[in-house]
């Protein structure tokens, strides 16, 4: 067991380092190129797209062998990322988004891939624990990756940061290759019905269900408070807009310590009321940030870094526990574009709502979350019983 948590926790730092890398540099070289902040902002489109088909790419890991699969999708980003040492001029920016785009493809593959595995090569007791620590791992390498990206891109250019992340996946692949799993999921067939009897399974059990809405509350409001955050900075505070570093930073830290605890508190009190703690803390965050006082702000940062991974490797844990194993891969995809695609529509909300005033996307931010809250906790009292799965384990869905 501690052999295979090393390793996913292992593989986990490579692959975040390399995506965050490539994120900001790929960003930048394009605007280096262009000059078009627009196309550089595509790039971002490129990469996050794929989620939204999360429930059909969900359904070809169940279809396809998962180990081999989450080794070939390494892979092959390691092997488009060479691609972009043709980059020579604006003529080839068009190859810089096709590297993002099969970022954005191998990586749904990768998260649903991992969500089915780990069941694979981890006691059931161990997941929310070894989630946990992987979640720490990706929020600590946010706090360097932008510098490692920043630094070498302002050395050497784009072409050396893509070699440097062209070795990181390969090396996650070979670590992929490495585990040990101690029974290998049955495959599901019938591919007229994949996509529905996902959703099925997510939406019509309630100890998965319950979670992962309150995740895609939590994550839908980040989204939405995004422009507030600028707003608060640069108009609540009137300090430069530099100091959302700071913020960021703190964020991060908060991250890392939430992430090396949530998997105690699945184990003990059990994914929904980790879910609830997570999303009441980053309506509080929200609530903080509306004081005009910096360290108000700046702990208000921390909060959130503590109470969105909390509700996230939540629900990710009890995708994973509580999904038929045949079914795993196709859940899991659903569930991350339930949580994530909702960005794509709050963002832009919230960048309206802003004209408002920064305080009042932050209010209805916390608002939304603590109605969610309320909402669960009363499923959760009245003890309503959660409707099973009509494709047991092990049947062709």
């Known amino acids: 067991m501690r052999r295979n948590a090393i390793l996913f926790v292992a593989v986990s730092l490579l692959s975040g380092l390399g995506s965050t890398t490539m994120a900001l540099v790929v960003g930048i070289w394009i605007l280096d190129l262009t000059g078009s902040p627009g196309l550089a902002a595509l790039a971002g489109l490129c990469t996050y797209a794929p989620i939204l088909a999360g429930p059909w790419l969900g359904a070809l890991v169940d279809r396809l062998p998962r180990h081999p699969l989450a080794i070939g999708a390494h892979l092959s980003v390691a092997a488009a990322l060479p691609s972009l040492l043709a980059v020579r001029g604006p ?18 593959l990768i998260d649903a891939g991992e969500s089915a595995l780990l069941p694979a090569a981890l006691p059931a007791t161990y997941l929310g624990r070894v989630n946990g620590w992987r979640s720490s791992a990706q929020e600590g390498v946010k706090l360097v990756a932008p510098l490692v990206g920043a630094g070498l891109y302002t050395w050497q250019g784009g072409h050396l940061v893509a070699l440097f992340a062209a070795v990181l996946p390969a090396i996650a692949a070979a670590g992929y290759a490495a585990l040990r799993l101690t029974r290998t999921p049955t495959p599901a067939a019938s591919p007229d019905r994949r996509v529905r009897v996902g959703l099925t399974v997510l939406f019509g059990t309630a100890s998965i ?28 505070l009137a300090l430069p807009a530099t100091f959302l570093g700071v913020l960021l930073s703190a964020q991060g830290v908060g991250s890392v310590a939430g992430g090396l605890v949530v998997g105690r508190l699945i184990t003990r009190f059990e994914s929904t009321a ?19 006082w910096w360290p108000a702000v700046v702990a208000s940062a921390v ?4 109470g969105l991974p909390w509700a996230l490797v939540a629900a990710v844990t009890a995708v994973q526990t509580h999904s038929p194993d045949a079914l795993l891969g196709r859940v899991a995809a659903t569930a991350n574009t339930v949580m994530f695609g909702s960005i794509a529509a709050t963002t832009p909300l919230g960048s309206a709502a802003v004209l408002l005033g920064a305080r009042p996307p932050l209010v209805l931010a916390a608002a939304a979350c603590l109605a969610a809250c309320a909402l669960t906790w009363r499923g959760q009292r009245t003890r309503t019983p959660s409707c099973p799965s009509p494709v047991p384990a092990g049947r062709p869905g």
């Not at 965050?285 to 005009?292: I, K, Q, V, W, Y």
């Not at 909060?303 to 503590?306: E, I, W």
């Open 91 to 108: 003529g080839q920016v068009w190859l810089l988004f096709c590297v993002a785009t099969v970022y954005g493809i191998a990586y749904v």
């Open 274 to 292: 980790v879910a609830l703690a997570g999303a009441g803390l980053f309506a509080v965050s929200c609530l903080g940030r509306c004081l005009p």
């Open 209 to 236: 269900r319950r979670p992962v809405v309150l995740a895609a509350v939590a994550i839908g409001m980040a989204g939405f408070t995004t422009a507030a955050g600028y707003a608060v900075v640069t108009d609540t």
């Open 303 to 306: 909060v959130t870094g503590l």
